[in-house]
């Protein structure tokens, strides 16, 4: 009986003493988990400290609007996995606030980490840095690599250094890509391209194992329109001239025998940088200027982002002021509802008539960045946007990069066209396409037979072969949708539409050419086409206002306790390399293959360009 008690009491204990230590586990996690909500919920407060140098590192690929669902893409930051992307306007605010801070002495490019762009985006970027410039406040550009389009910003600087064991890669435009004719043939896969447009070469690489002549001409005029401007603008801003950055370039392998392989040497001798430094000696370099910072033993920095969030509402206009609303239409057009990144004919409109019921804004610009898609879904925007013009409001498109085929289609009938001389537009083109694979089912004993009600039951089946009847239905919407193309620019544009078949049939051009053929209005940038709709609208005092999908609040709180926690930390060196070899070539083809697997356009039609990586 003793012996029970005993045992009795420490089981007891032992139990009491587990259960105690179970509630102060639960104690200890509901207070963590209430710290971090608490942290969630209240916004981390950014000190500018004086004296500092403002570092420009963006990640990835310069973007008009960052691509995916926001929460996704937190998630995929916080996995590792992410996309890397920095937007624009993050860019040109921080850099064009920084200007005007006595705080920021100096702004550093620290060029490692950024992706591709298109030069038009390189232009706006290089132009706020010229802006920064008028200042005094010097501008330092340093990179392990300097691609092509790192190096563009890089010659805006004062200084430009570069790693002892780094490069500066220079090799022009290219448009190369995959042709699958032999391959699809070897799979006994029968693609059907139906097209309108003699120079309408989307389809090109499912029919042939080479570019057309027609593709080649059409390619080359704005491929060499680009690669003049680059050479224009890095020799102003660099002070070198066009025939030495020639030289560099077409005599990069004699030279380079002569430097004895010492890529480093070479971009010195060539005046493309100002010296070798290896990151400390950077950091060094940075402290004599604008001090030590106490914290990390660096120079006195911060990032562009944390400089961002530190200015986050201040000197804001009053909510009350008249605005001039920008809705980005960023990425392939398709149907439906789309998260950010895709021109969706349901997510998209729902924004242009937010803007058109808003008794605030008074004037709205499409700003647009896409190589199109979908035909069905091009016209519901288009229409929507006619809809929006119809309340009095004027609709001006400021093109980026790319607005070309179904990116034009959305454009042409705004109130004013702007584009920079170097986005790719024009495209004026249909297709349609319909792979069948009955062939390769009969290698593989597997055979399709049934009966129809109609000549067309199952016409369209893409295990049947695809019959004469079905080919010119495609055929005949494939031509009329590019008749209706040609109408509908000549009416928006005030021309003929014999002249709009001429400038048309698929061929695309530079914004400067398009200028020429009055395709676009007038030639500039973002900002010159918001002035240019205030001024539309009578508005001498307005808010400029990006009108943008709403994040549930929900994924906001989760987003930030991710932030928080250090877990959606935006990486920083894709960079030069990631553009470079066997990984760019893929993600290249990635892609195309992503493009295809979004398109959804209920007949098959479609106002398309690939034309968007350049």
């Known amino acids: ?13 032992i139990w009491h003493a587990m259960d105690a230590a179970r509630k102060v586990m639960h104690f200890v996690l509901m207070l963590t988990f209430f710290v971090i909500l608490l942290a969630a919920l209240s916004p981390k407060v950014y000190k500018i400290p004086s004296g500092i140098a403002l570092v420009l590192s963006p990640s990835g690929n310069l973007v008009e609007q960052t691509t995916g669902d926001p929460l996704e893409r937190a998630l995929e930051q916080a996995s590792g996995n992410e996309t890397l992307e920095t937007q624009m306007r993050d860019l040109i605010e921080a850099v064009d606030r920084a200007a005007d801070d006595k705080r920021v002495e100096t702004l550093v490019l620290d060029l490692d980490g950024m992706g591709s762009a298109g030069l038009s985006k390189l232009q706006e970027l290089g132009k706020v840095i010229d802006r920064f410039k008028v200042s005094g406040k010097p501008v ?28 500066v890669i220079l090799d022009g435009y290219e448009r190369y890509r995959m042709f699958y004719k032999d391959g699809l043939d070897k799979l006994s896969i ?11 070469s989307f389809g090109e690489p499912f029919t042939r194992n080479d570019m057309s002549e027609e593709d080649k001409s059409s390619s080359r005029q704005w491929l060499d329109g680009l690669w003049l401007a680059f050479r224009q603008d890095v020799s102003a801003a660099r002070g070198v001239s066009v025939q030495d950055l020639d030289g560099y370039v077409n005599e990069f392998v004699p030279r380079l025998q002569a430097a004895n392989g010492d890529m480093g040497k ?30 990390t033993d660096g120079y006195n920095q911060m990032h562009f982002l944390d400089y961002l969030e530190a200015l986050d509402g201040t000197d804001m ?57 979908s035909a069905m879904a091009s016209e519901f925007i288009r229409e929507e946007l006619l809809r929006l013009q119809a309340t009095g409001k004027p609709l001006v498109v400021s093109m980026s990069s790319v607005a070309a085929s179904g990116g034009y289609w959305i454009s042409m009938s705004a109130d004013e066209i702007w584009a920079s001389p170097t986005t790719i537009t024009g495209s004026i083109g249909v297709i349609a396409m319909f792979p069948t694979f009955p062939r390769a089912l009969d290698r593989l004993g597997i055979h399709v037979d049934g009966v129809g009600t109609t000549p067309f039951s199952g016409s369209f089946r893409p295990d049947r072969p695809l019959s004469d009847d079905a080919k010119a239905i495609l055929q005949i919407v494939v031509d009329s949708g590019y008749q209706d193309f040609l109408t509908k ?59 943008e999908q709403e994040m549930d609040p929900s994924d906001r709180l989760l987003i930030s306790m991710l932030r928080d926690l250090g877990l959606g930390k935006v990486g920083q060196h894709a960079g030069a390399w990631s553009a470079m070899g066997v990984q760019g070539m893929l993600s290249k083809l990635q892609l195309e293959l992503d493009t295809l697997s979004r398109f959804n356009d209920p007949r098959g039609i479609y106002y398309h360009c690939f034309c968007g990586d350049q």
Request: no cysteine; aromatic share 8%; net charge negative.
């Open 1 to 13: 009986m003793h012996r029970n008690s005993i045992f009795t009491r420490v089981f007891l204990f």
């Open 140 to 167: 330092i550009a340093m990179a392990s690599v300097y691609s092509q389009e790192t190096y563009y910003l890089a010659a805006h600087a004062d200084e430009i250094y570069l790693h002892p064991m780094g490069m």
């Open 489 to 547: 620019v000549a009416g928006s544009r005030d021309m003929e539409v014999k002249d709009v078949d001429q400038i048309g049939q698929g061929r695309v051009w530079t914004g400067a050419r398009a200028h020429e053929l009055g395709l676009v209005d007038k030639l500039g940038g973002l900002e010159d086409a918001v002035a240019s709709a205030a001024d539309l609208a009578g508005l001498t005092d307005f808010r400029t206002v990006y009108i």
């Open 190 to 200: 029968d693609w059907h391209v139906f097209r309108a447009g003699t120079h309408k």
């Open 266 to 295: 070479l971009a010195v001798e060539g005046g493309l940088v100002d010296g070798l430094m290896s990151w400390p000696e950077f950091s060094d370099h940075m402290v004599a200027m604008v001090g030590e910072d106490d914290e």
């Open 317 to 373: 206009k009053p909510d009350g002021d008249d605005q001039v609303a920008v809705i980005v239409a960023s990425g392939s057009i398709v149907g439906g509802d789309q998260p950010p990144g895709t021109i969706g004919s349901e997510s998209t409109a729902r924004l242009i008539r937010q803007a058109a019921d808003s008794e605030k804004v008074k004037a709205v610009v499409l700003r647009v960045d896409s190589g199109g898609g």
